[in-house]
Every structure is written in structure tokens, then in C-alpha cells.
Nanobody, 120 residues
Framework: QVQLMESGGGKVQPGGSLSLSCVYD????????LAWYRQTPGNQREFVAD???????NYANFVKGRFTVSRDRAKSTLYLQMNGLKPEDTATYYC??????????????WGQGTQVTVSY
């Protein structure tokens, strides 16, 4: 398994920005896909954005043009820059990764989540 640790959540006013970070341990496993999901109470976890090991990025329609996912390979860190935040973006945000090792084994791992609240 791979440990993922998110940070950067908090409270911001509508229209504001936040940047989330997710540090992962790739000592044994290397990331094939890294992603952000979010969840609100009583609802299923939903996809926000992802980035593949070879670079392509995908976004949920509701964040296109506002959120940017990126990765710093040297720091083993995944980022989510969130601009133009709306109250409906309020949720717990989770880092997710699909990792593979040299034997071809894969592991899907989740972080513990970080709370983002958008309100006045």
C-alpha cells in the first residue's frame, strides 16, 4: 500500500482560491494515475480531476476552467489548484492513486481527506 497525505483545505469565500496538496510515498510503487475526488455528507464520492503517468489530464465538467491538477514528480506531490470557488464546491476532498510496482502488481490507495468549505 501507498500512503497519501492531503493538506491545504480550509474555508474560503465564494470566488476565492485554495490549493490542495497530496504527498505520496513511491518507494516501492510508482503512480500510474493520480486523482482528486470529493464527497459531501450523504452523497457518493465523485470524480474531480486526474492526471496520468504520461501526462494527460481529465476534469469533471463542473470544474473545467476553474480547477487545475498538476504533479511535481521530484516532490512526489499531487496538487489541485482551485479558483473561482463556489459554495457547491464545499466537500471533503480526497487524493487517490493507482500505483504499480516492478512485479506488475497494482494498488489503489486513498488519502484521509481534507475539508474545503466555501461560504461567507
Amino acid at each position: 500500500q501507498v500512503q497519501l497525505m492531503e493538506s491545504g483545505g480550509g474555508k474560503v469565500q465564494p470566488g476565492g482560491s485554495l490549493s490542495l496538496s497530496c504527498v505520496y510515498d513511491e518507494t516501492i510503487f510508482t503512480p500510474y494515475r493520480l486523482a482528486w475526488y470529493r464527497q459531501t455528507p450523504g452523497n457518493q464520492r465523485e470524480f474531480v480531476a486526474d492526471i496520468m503517468s504520461d501526462g494527460p489530464r481529465n476534469y469533471a465538467n463542473f470544474v473545467k476552467g476553474r480547477f487545475t491538477v498538476s504533479r511535481d514528480r521530484a516532490k512526489s506531490t499531487l496538487y489541485l489548484q482551485m479558483n473561482g470557488l463556489k459554495p457547491e464546491d464545499t466537500a471533503t476532498y480526497y487524493c487517490n492513486g493507482v500505483f504499480v510496482n516492478s512485479q506488475g502488481e497494482s494498488a489503489t490507495c486513498w488519502g484521509q481527506g481534507t475539508q474545503v468549505t466555501v461560504s461567507y
